[in-house]
């Protein structure tokens, strides 16, 4: 695997066919890949659109979707306005996106565009917009990984599974944004898109602390006063509109989730049944408000701060580091461990890390043991959900598989954030060329490096020209 400082791979002496796998892809090759990923997805998906949910046929066909459903129940299909006319579950830029894409599929429908003002029009005008995102995400991975990496991305089962089964890709691209703009030093733009990214979905947020350490670990502070800056001007400027127009709406959001009880997809879920059949039944395992799910949302947020301050303080240990404070493999750390010790996680999660499990060092194998742990809880889960009575015992194979999944999927997790935090590093391709590419250590002080050079890869989107060390 690369550093800020090393190709990632295999080296390139020796001509090997597999040497591009190693390089970044080409633009024809990444639109490609993209384009495969997208269609596969949309094709999966559209079964949903184009058959009637009867016979748990969403489940069996693994095509169920948010879209379809909240078209009703969150009242796009009666045009009523978010967070003022009716409760939303999902913060302000996916709320305005999904009551935007009713009211412009009202006009399609009016002027003969759209088959009608249905939830079946409703999803493949939605993936319609949607599948922007995800090929920008693609297009700025490009020339910042190696081609064998970004397939994980544009043609992986998250993609796949993912795209189109809830809005969370346009919290996603966002993030990826941030990130690139971290990385060019564009701290202002940078905050500015991981605020964009937030105010869709909270997690873009997990990466700014990191981004700002490694503002000051650069000696940058007026790049992590931009950082700030960006972030404020974003938060206010897409938040405070609803803010005004309904400020119990907008809190509703965060009141909803957390009044929610710890879901399938958690462990907590099943410590919880476990500790009502096996340790001491009663109600109380069972119950938000003081119960159960009450103690894991309290206790859960207590300690994902406290292991984010640790992750934090790890990284700052190694910003001295080649290549400096390391914020792709912190950001991976924190948003990986939030996905363990939240008491939600929702499928479309596996959206999250995968572009920074592109970006960063993790082991294949580790990378490998998420997405089949993730692909076997995904397909368990809806046949569980195909079966005539689910929630009745005695459990289903399904049912067994999707526990074992779960558990399977949070011991990786937990490894993938513990190796990011501890040794994770930034991977870059290799050059287009054949030479090998020399391996500089840069400072993490910026008087110690040319000025253009704190934190530039070996290979991106400018070539650097290697001058002779000073002194």
Request: glycine share 10%; aromatic share 14%; with cysteine.
């Amino acid at each position: 695997m690369g550093t800020e400082t090393r190709p990632a791979g295999r080296r390139l002496e020796g001509g090997s066919r597999w040497d591009w796998l190693d390089r970044p892809a080409s633009l024809g090759l990444a639109c490609a890949l993209a384009a495969v990923g997208l269609v596969v997805s949309y094709l999966m998906r559209n079964q949903c659109a184009t058959h009637p949910w009867a016979n748990a046929f969403q489940y069996r066909h693994l095509c169920y979707n948010d879209i379809q459903p909240l078209f009703h129940a969150r009242g796009v299909d009666r045009g009523l306005v978010p967070y003022t006319e009716v409760p939303v579950e999902y913060p302000v830029l996916i709320g305005t996106f999904m009551y935007v894409t009713g009211r412009l599929l009202a006009f399609l429908t009016h002027v003969g565009l759209a088959a009608g003002y249905t939830d079946p029009s409703y999803f493949q005008l939605t993936a319609l917009l949607l599948w922007p995102f995800s090929f920008v995400v693609t297009l700025l991975l490009r020339p910042r990984v190696t081609a064998g990496r970004l397939m994980l991305w544009a043609i992986g089962t998250p993609t796949i599974f993912y795209t189109f089964l809830n809005w969370d890709i346009l919290a996603v691209a966002p993030m990826v944004w941030g990130i690139v703009e971290v990385e060019r030093r564009r701290w202002g733009w940078a905050g500015f898109a991981f605020s964009l990214g937030a105010s869709a979905k909270l997690f873009p947020a997990f990466v700014v602390p990191g981004a700002f350490l490694g503002a000051l670990a650069a000696r940058d502070r007026r790049g992590a006063t931009r950082l700030v800056g960006g972030f404020a001007a974003g938060a206010l400027g897409a938040n405070v509109p609803w803010m005004i127009a309904s400020f119990s709406g907008w809190m509703g959001v965060w009141k909803f989730h957390a009044d929610r009880f710890p879901d399938l997809g958690t462990v907590w879920y099943w410590l919880g049944q476990a500790g009502n059949g096996y340790l001491h039944p009663s109600p109380w395992w069972n119950t938000v408000s003081g119960g159960w799910g009450g103690l894991v949302g309290t206790a859960g947020l207590g300690v994902f701060g406290l292991v984010s301050l640790l992750i934090l303080w790890v990284g700052w240990r190694r910003r001295d580091e080649p290549g400096g404070y390391p914020v792709v493999p912190t950001g991976l750390a924190i948003i990986a461990s939030f996905m363990v010790l939240a008491k939600v996680h929702s499928p479309q999660y596996a959206l999250w890390i995968m572009p920074l499990l592109v970006m960063v060092d993790v082991p294949w194998r580790q990378v490998f043991a998420y997405l089949a742990s993730d692909a076997v809880l995904f397909v368990s889960g809806w046949y569980w959900y195909a079966t005539a009575h689910p929630f009745t015992p005695p459990a289903s194979v399904a049912e067994e598989v999707f526990v074992l999944a779960v558990f399977a999927r949070c011991i990786v997790l937990i490894t993938i954030a513990s190796y990011a935090a501890r040794r994770g590093r930034r991977c870059w391709p290799a050059a287009p060329d054949l030479a090998p590419v020399p391996v500089t250590n840069f400072s993490s002080r910026p008087e110690e490096n040319d000025r253009d050079s704190v934190g530039t890869p070996p290979y991106s989107g400018q070539q650097m020209t290697p001058k002779p060390n000073r002194g």
